[in-house]
Nanobody, 125 residues
Framework: QVQLIESGGGLVQAGGSLRLSCAAS????????MGWFRQAPGKEREFVAR????????NYADSVKGRFTISRDNGKNTVYLQMNSLKPSDTAVYYC??????????????????WGQGTQVTVSS
């Protein structure tokens, strides 16, 4: 199974951009669908975006649609989350997660694993 390490978080002003990366170990990365989730203080972990193993299919939470873009480079074992037009409400710890196999269309965090350790994103107003 893969191990995941996120990077790219930080402090940014509202309206700014960040790109998160999630690097995976192991030679089976392309067998996994990948997801980004986030968790704000006092709130449950929520779905942000998902990408299929090939990168052909992507899905987004309504709250980020049109602002965030998920992508992957299977040659580099990395999945990305480009975040534009950031809002203070986007402040959270962002996690990437893997799900083995194809065809999954859900967004329940309980259906994903393994997980990375998370990276903090803070958007100031």
């Amino acid at each position: 199974q893969v191990q995941l390490i996120e990077s790219g978080g930080g402090l940014v002003q509202a309206g700014g951009s960040l790109r998160l990366s999630c690097a995976a170990s192991g030679r089976t990365f392309s067998s996994y669908a990948m997801g980004w989730f986030r968790q704000a203080p006092g709130k449950e972990r929520e779905f942000v975006a998902r990408i299929s193993w090939s990168g052909a299919v992507t899905n987004y939470a309504d709250s980020v649609k049109g602002r965030f873009t998920i992508s992957r480079d299977n040659g580099k074992n990395t999945v990305y989350l480009q975040m534009n037009s950031l809002k203070p409400s986007d402040t959270a710890v962002y996690y990437c997660a893997a799900r083995l196999g194809s065809g999954y269309q859900g967004s329940d965090p309980r259906d994903f694993g393994p997980w990375g350790q998370g990276t903090q994103v803070t958007v100031s107003s």
